[in-house]
């Protein structure tokens, strides 16, 4: 009777604590959709509608976790916004199970959540009576993933070929140790193996637009044991990474990223103009051969030198990298005309605002940095995986 009783109360418990984690749930990502529309709302089209807006829910869902199965409602958004798409970081589109705690301490960190509010946010999530999130358990925790993190870099890379490499700098939440460099931030470049595999291959902190900074991380590449550079590398036309490439690695093809090709190029035009310009620059990147998509480039230029000539200049000038992933296998275009598999990995933590950054230490955050990436890895290994390169190219 006395086992019963201890099992209908145990029963009961769980319920209740499902119940409470499907609320927060729940509401955290109302928030979340609130808050990505709350920010694009002044993104309009020629006929000043919206171009980011609810459009109803998605049909509810069942979600795995630790204390059973939630059954969760996502909000529809439509994103009319060229090439660009809502992807929710609390419940992701092929998302079965909650993710692990590894995955949630780097996001909360990286959004500039102290050391010292961790217990207290993680048991608003996970519950009161969750067990391992004190204070100094998470401080351990941390200690733990730093020294993966000095192993991880110090790893060899003899045996490493590398397809592609993605480069770029992003700034988060938290602020590193020096407060006088407030323009540092968090160099990353991802990979691209034979086999399809995309993986992180360095983060340092540094300058954007330092040759320098840049040239450090690639050196160490080399140091370590990395034998040749990728057949193509990926990145934004402001980046110090491209200088420091030359020198490193000399046979590395150049491809700008169109993404932050297009925002430079339309911020030299006037809004009302934007909406028919974006659709010609898109003409470019999605046409099916590259000699279609250099017509499209030289029809943009002649419709808009006479009135944009900053905006065709900014074009003008990359046109020889902005071009180059059409001399790839066309199942990859996709994946190597921009920074996408940066911005996807970072996108949920990554600074959107001038707003107030949270103190960190630089270790703290290059770990943090490391662990978040590790576990985006980990979790989407087998759906995002580009097609294994062939040889010849």
């Known amino acids: 009777m006395e086992k019963q009783v201890k099992e209908e109360s145990k029963s009961a418990l769980e319920l209740i604590i499902r119940e409470g ?30 171009l980011v807006v609810r459009n109803g829910s998605l049909p509810a869902r069942e979600i795995v976790t630790g204390i059973g199965a939630l059954r969760l409602k996502q909000p529809r958004i439509h994103d009319n916004r060229e090439g660009q798409h809502f992807t929710s970081s609390i419940l992701p589109r092929y998302m079965r199970r909650i993710p692990s705690i590894d995955a949630l301490i780097p996001a ?3 959004k500039g959540i102290s050391t010292g509010d961790f217990s207290k946010v993680l048991e608003s999530i996970l519950g009161k009576n969750a067990s391992g999130l004190s204070a100094t358990n998470i ?48 160099l990353i470049i991802m990979g691209t193996l034979k086999n399809g595999k995309k ?20 050196g ?36 700008r990223c169109w993404v932050h090709k297009t925002a430079n190029i339309l911020d030299k035009m006037p809004k009302s103009i934007q909406p028919r310009a974006k659709v010609h620059i898109r003409d470019m990147y999605m046409a099916p051969t590259k000699e279609e998509a250099l017509k499209a480039c030289h029809h943009f230029l002649s419709q808009y030198q006479a009135k944009y000539e900053r905006a065709c200049n900014c074009l003008a000038k990359d046109m020889d990298s902005l071009f180059a992933f059409y001399d790839f296998p066309a199942e990859h275009w996709r994946h190597i005309r921009s920074t996408n598999p940066i911005e996807s990995t970072f996108a ?24 978040l990436a590790m576990e985006t890895e980990k979790n989407l290994a087998e759906n995002q995986r580009t097609s294994t390169y062939r040889k010849g190219h």
């Not at 749930?25 to 006929?47: G, H, V, W």
Request: charged fraction near 35%; aromatic fraction near 12%.
């Open 21 to 50: 984690a499907c609320r927060m749930l729940q509401a955290a990502i109302e928030n979340e959709i609130a808050e990505y529309i709350d920010f694009f709302k002044n993104e309009k089209d020629s006929r000043n509608r919206r």
């Open 108 to 110: 909360l960190y990286l």
């Open 139 to 186: 401080v351990r925790l941390k200690r733990l993933w730093e020294q993966d993190y000095k192993d991880w870099a110090r790893r060899d890379l003899s045996s490493k070929r590398y397809v592609y490499f993605w480069a770029d700098g992003i700034y988060f939440n938290v602020r590193l140790e020096d407060a006088e460099n407030k323009r540092q931030c968090i």
């Open 199 to 218: 993986e992180l291959v360095s983060i340092l902190d540094g300058y954007r637009e330092s040759k320098q900074a840049w040239q450090e991380m690639l």
């Open 220 to 255: 160490d590449l080399k140091h370590r044991g990395l034998k040749e550079g990728p057949k193509l590398a990926v990145g934004d036309d402001g980046l110090g990474f491209w200088a420091a490439l030359r020198e490193e690695f000399p046979e590395t093809i150049e491809q």
């Open 348 to 371: 949920t933590v990554r600074l959107r605002t001038n707003r107030t950054k949270g103190c960190g230490s630089r270790l703290a955050t290059l770990t943090m940095v490391f662990k």
